[in-house]
């Protein structure tokens, strides 16, 4: 089976950046994903990857893909307190698309 | 707001009682999913449903058995659970089942077996 891993807890200080890392196994991944999950809500898709990338920006989010190392991680700059949450990092099955989730990590922003 | 809507948001039920979590998308979306969050664990995928056919079922324990009525709604049916499926149960839609498909969530049903 696929297996997404990543590391539980991130604390940051209001203003820095956050950098969140995931390492994934199936080679055969086509998308790589992050969502992010709100205290009493359901996972939003945060922005996504496609494999032949390298790097992928949008406004604070920064996502950066080393399929070599099958190696992904989330850049958040200038972390606000709104960013505190679970980021899980998803990939996509070429075969079937089966998303496979990580346990996602848990960012707390401190002021 | 997703789209997606569960019911109910928490649960708390005995193991010999019989409930139901619903979730519903009005989308327009074919294929639909329920997802196992436990604390510290990957979220684990139970089951799909695509254009209302069961196309995924992960070894999931036959004391949770899914419906899928229409593409609209899709629920889960519990019955004789135990105390370690307690857990956020969440609901995901998205268009089709192909690749670079977005999923939307539901904001999940927190239940509890006592």
């Known amino acids: 089976g696929e297996d997404v891993e990543q590391s539980l807890f991130l604390s940051v200080r209001e203003g820095d950046s956050s950098v969140i890392n995931c390492t994934y196994t199936?080679?055969?991944?086509?998308?790589l994903y992050w969502y992010k999950q709100e205290p009493g809500a359901g996972l939003q898709l945060l922005t996504y990857?496609?494999?032949?990338?390298d790097m992928k920006q949008d406004q604070r989010l920064t996502v950066l893909l080393n399929k070599k190392d099958k190696h992904l991680s989330l850049r958040i700059a200038d972390t606000q307190t709104g960013d505190s949450a679970i980021y899980f990092c998803a990939e996509g099955s070429a075969v079937d698309y089966k998303l496979s989730f990580g346990a996602g990590t848990t960012v707390t922003v401190r002021a | 707001e997703t789209g997606v809507t569960q019911t109910p948001r928490h649960l708390v039920m005995g193991m010999t009682n019989k409930k139901s979590l619903k979730c519903e998308q009005h989308l327009g979306h074919n294929a639909m999913y329920w997802y196992k969050q436990s604390a510290k664990k990957p979220l684990e995928l139970m089951f799909v449903?695509?254009?209302?056919?069961?196309?995924e079922n992960n070894s999931v324990p036959s004391r949770f058995s899914p419906e899928c009525p229409n593409s609209s709604h899709l629920f889960l049916h519990l019955h004789t659970l135990q105390p370690e499926d307690s857990a956020l149960y969440l609901c995901a839609s998205s268009h089709d089942q192909g690749a670079g498909t977005e999923a939307f969530f539901g904001q999940g049903t927190r239940l509890t077996v006592v």
């Open positions: 199936d080679s055969s991944s086509t998308y």
């Open positions: 990857i496609f494999s032949n990338m």
């Open positions: 449903y695509n254009f209302k056919e069961q196309t």
